[in-house]
């Protein structure tokens, strides 16, 4: 495995992929791995083959935090970081500062307009728009042929899709099933910011979850099942709902009725951190 620091080191060492026309795949992450990324890793691996290359980044970017404390806080683990890569077979991991990524005073940025405006768009503006600059920068960078992404960001999911296809980066994007505890929470690298008793309380999200499909499909309307959910959250002391949202899984837009493809969508604060999760319905 070989640690790239600079765009200009890891453009050089996959030239010889390129020209030989090798499945490349990319693993963007922004660190603090955990085995949600490593599933993410070793899917990559799998898929590349004896043939490919696995390229991840670690890379906790700036641009797409909306919170200048959530920045400062967020967890940075860059030596266990680089092992979980080793173990998961990574080839190369590209590992730039931010004023390398961003040279002088940035003045492009790439958003999107339609599929950010809900959930997690709604609450972080701006978030998105670092998110797509990010990738767009990497796409750029790695040229990969194929992109991994966990579901547990769905949105984020959904608009990297757009950006791909508005945009014409000839990049495959795939979509990993959710990683989780065996109590049911899911792996999230802001996990470590939580209490041993605040881990517990979390697994109400999956819970609130499930309750919700069960009842979507038995016809529930979906005001009721949103205010179920969110009944069973709020029950748990020192939880704030940020958002509680079905929506259409391919447009990322409230609906009112039961009809697939839907989206139980929420994020919720447990203290001062904020945890995302969704269930397909």
Same mark, same amino acid.
Not at 51 to 72: E, K
Not at 175 to 189: D, F, K, M, Q, T
Not at 265 to 276: E, K, P, Q, S
């Given at each position: 495995?070989?640690?790239?620091?600079?765009?200009?080191?890891?453009?050089?060492?996959?030239?010889?992929?390129?020209?030989?026309?090798?499945?490349?795949?990319?693993?963007?992450?922004?660190?603090?791995?955990?085995? &949600? +990324?490593?599933?993410?890793?070793?899917?990559?691996?799998?898929?590349?083959?004896?043939? &490919?290359?696995?390229?991840?980044?670690?890379?906790?970017?700036?641009?797409?935090?909306?919170?200048?404390?959530?920045?400062?806080?967020?967890?940075?683990? @860059?030596?266990?970081?680089?092992?979980?890569?080793?173990?998961?077979?990574?080839?190369?991991?590209?590992?730039?500062? @931010?004023? $390398?990524?961003?040279?002088?005073?940035?003045?492009? /940025?790439?958003?999107?307009?339609?599929? /950010?405006?809900?959930?997690?768009?709604? /609450?972080? @503006?701006?978030h998105f728009a670092g998110v797509c600059t990010v990738l767009a920068k990497l796409f750029n960078i790695v040229q990969p042929?194929?992109?991994?992404?966990?579901?547990?960001?769905?949105?984020?999911?959904?608009?990297?899709?757009?950006?791909?296809?508005?945009?014409?980066?000839?990049?495959?994007?795939?979509?990993? $099933?959710?990683?989780? +505890?065996?109590?049911?929470?899911?792996?999230?690298?802001?996990?470590?910011?939580?209490?041993?008793?605040?881990?517990?309380?979390?697994?109400?999200?999956?819970?609130?979850?499930?309750?919700?499909?069960?009842?979507?499909?038995?016809?529930?309307?979906?005001? $009721?099942?949103?205010?179920?959910?969110?009944?069973?959250?709020?029950?748990?002391?020192?939880?704030?709902?940020?958002?509680? $949202?079905?929506?259409?899984?391919?447009?990322?837009?409230?609906?009112?009725?039961?009809?697939?493809?839907?989206l139980l969508a929420t994020a919720v604060y447990f203290g001062d951190v904020r945890l995302i999760d969704n269930i397909e319905?």
């Amino acid at each position: 495995m070989q640690t790239c620091e600079t765009k200009v080191e890891l453009r050089d060492v996959l030239k010889k992929h390129h020209a030989a026309n090798q499945m490349i795949v990319l693993v963007p992450t922004m660190g603090a791995l955990h085995a &949600g +990324h490593q599933s993410l890793l070793e899917q990559a691996r799998q898929m590349a083959g004896k043939d &490919g290359v696995v390229v991840s980044s670690l890379f906790v970017n700036p641009i797409q935090f909306n919170n200048a404390g959530d920045l400062q806080t967020y967890p940075r683990t @860059p030596e266990q970081d680089l092992e979980i890569c080793q173990r998961a077979g990574v080839d190369y991991v590209f590992t730039p500062t @931010p004023e $390398e990524m961003y040279t002088g005073v940035r003045s492009i /940025s790439v958003e999107e307009t339609y599929l /950010s405006t809900t959930l997690c768009g709604a /609450s972080r @503006p701006g978030h998105f728009a670092g998110v797509c600059t990010v990738l767009a920068k990497l796409f750029n960078i790695v040229q990969p042929t194929d992109a991994i992404f966990g579901k547990k960001d769905y949105q984020q999911l959904a608009i990297i899709r757009r950006l791909v296809r508005d945009l014409d980066i000839p990049v495959r994007i795939h979509g990993a $099933e959710i990683v989780r +505890h065996e109590n049911g929470l899911a792996y999230s690298s802001r996990n470590a910011r939580l209490t041993a008793t605040q881990k517990e309380e979390a697994t109400v999200l999956r819970q609130a979850l499930l309750q919700a499909k069960n009842e979507f499909r038995a016809g529930v309307p979906v005001a $009721e099942v949103k205010a179920n959910a969110s009944a069973m959250i709020n029950k748990v002391a020192g939880t704030e709902i940020d958002y509680l $949202e079905i929506v259409n899984a391919e447009t990322m837009q409230p609906i009112e009725e039961n009809a697939d493809p839907a989206l139980l969508a929420t994020a919720v604060y447990f203290g001062d951190v904020r945890l995302i999760d969704n269930i397909e319905l």
